[in-house]
């Protein structure tokens, strides 16, 4: 069971933390064994508002935050250890004060920092793990941490600008799909009604909207069925390895969105693969670990197979530039690094380049979207006024 205890240290200072131990008095010992005292041992109570998803995970910012003050502790002359502990203790987010804790047990039985941290996939990523351990390897821990944490940030920062860029548009959409939805459940039926008692003849527009408000009111509970049999069948089919093929080949050639697409992804992999080599990682090891950050089937596939041929003695220049998802200058770049022996710089510079891309599409997107958004609601709320005032119109001309 989980357990927060409270204990003094040999120099009276107060330690606290979380622990797992199948008893209060297994806690205590277990406390003892670590020169701890125990003051405080209590359970911890579950709380149903800290299981929901979004309030209990740990976030980016935790990470982030994680790591830069890791690595100014270390910087400074602290231990691990006791940089750890101090971290513990300023942690704000209490999934991430567990994680901390467990960490600290591994540390303190002799693990490394590498291992203690791979038991928390859902936390640190792979690569992250990956980085750890070859700044351990090499004795930069703290200015790998260093460098990890700035790439985290930007890796944030790209994110954010994303999906800000996708947000009005979703959010309008969703509005527009809202309205229409109660216009046609509520008020074009009370409509219908009022063209029967009049015997008004219907255009056609009129009667498009009037057969689509029968068919929703009526037979919603159908159309819902079919609309969650053919959700649940879409996501079944999306994961599936031809599906993943499909949908990701078509978001890489929406027009303006794929393009967006296209730079974000390559602006991750040449900042991910330009860390992972900086950090001493092997050239193959750091491709096949960037592939599964792309998010796109095509990319990983084709970063795998950029690995493969580097297994065969092909510099990894040569063997993008038979790939046509790696721009020019992308290839350029890596091909100018290997002959000097700065890869990892020079995929930074290209990781810079992408993102100043990103957010020039972004701002394009951004503002080519606000007058496309209007007209397509224009369109639509004149065809819904002319649906439902046509009939009334041609009934007050024959009176007149």
Do not use: C
Request: glycine share 8%.
């Amino acid at each position: 069971m989980r357990l927060r205890y409270k204990a003094s240290t040999k120099n009276g200072k107060l330690s606290q933390g979380l622990l797992d131990a199948k008893s209060i008095e297994e806690a205590a010992g277990y406390l003892r064994s670590k020169e701890l005292l125990p003051i405080q041992i209590s359970k911890v109570e579950s709380q149903f508002f800290s299981k929901l998803p979004f309030l209990s995970s740990v976030k980016t910012t935790d990470i982030i935050v994680f790591t830069r003050q890791l690595s100014s502790m270390l910087s400074s002359g602290l231990t691990l250890m006791r940089s750890l502990e101090i971290l513990k203790d300023q942690m704000q987010n209490e999934k991430m004060t567990e994680v901390v804790d467990t960490v600290i047990n591994d540390v303190s039985e002799g693990k490394t920092l590498g291992d203690a941290i791979s038991k928390h996939p859902t936390v640190f990523s792979q690569i992250y793990v990956s980085i750890i351990k070859a700044g351990e390897t090499s004795g930069l821990l703290d200015k790998v941490l260093l460098r990890l944490a700035d790439n985290l940030e930007k890796q944030s920062k790209l994110k954010t600008t994303v999906k800000g860029a996708l947000m009005y548009p979703v959010i309008v959409i969703i509005l527009m799909f809202v309205v229409m939805g109660v216009m046609m459940i509520f008020v074009i039926p009370q409509l219908t009604v009022l063209y029967e008692n009049l015997n008004v003849p219907l255009p056609l527009p009129t009667q498009i909207v009037v057969g689509i408000s029968t068919i929703l009111s009526t037979f919603w509970p159908v159309v819902l069925g079919i609309g969650a049999v053919g959700f649940i069948a879409f996501r079944k089919w999306s994961k599936t390895v031809g599906g993943r093929l499909i949908i990701d080949d078509i978001l890489l050639k929406l027009p303006v969105f794929g393009k967006l697409i296209r730079q974000t992804i390559l602006a991750e992999f040449s900042r991910t693969f330009g860390l992972l080599i900086g950090t001493g990682t092997l050239v193959v090891e750091a491709l096949n670990e960037t592939a599964d950050t792309t998010g796109n089937v095509h990319y990983r596939n084709a970063i795998l197979g950029i690995g493969k041929q580097v297994e065969k003695g092909i510099t990894v220049g040569t063997a993008m530039s038979t790939s046509q998802l790696f721009p020019p200058l992308l290839i350029q770049l890596v091909k100018v690094g290997e002959q000097t022996g700065k890869i990892d710089e020079t995929l930074q510079k290209a990781s810079e380049y992408f993102e100043r891309e990103v957010d020039q599409t972004v701002r394009t997107l951004t503002t080519a979207m606000e007058p496309f958004i209007m007209v397509v609601l224009g369109i639509g709320v004149a065809f819904l006024i002319i649906s439902v005032i046509t009939p009334i119109y041609s009934l007050i001309s024959s009176i007149q």
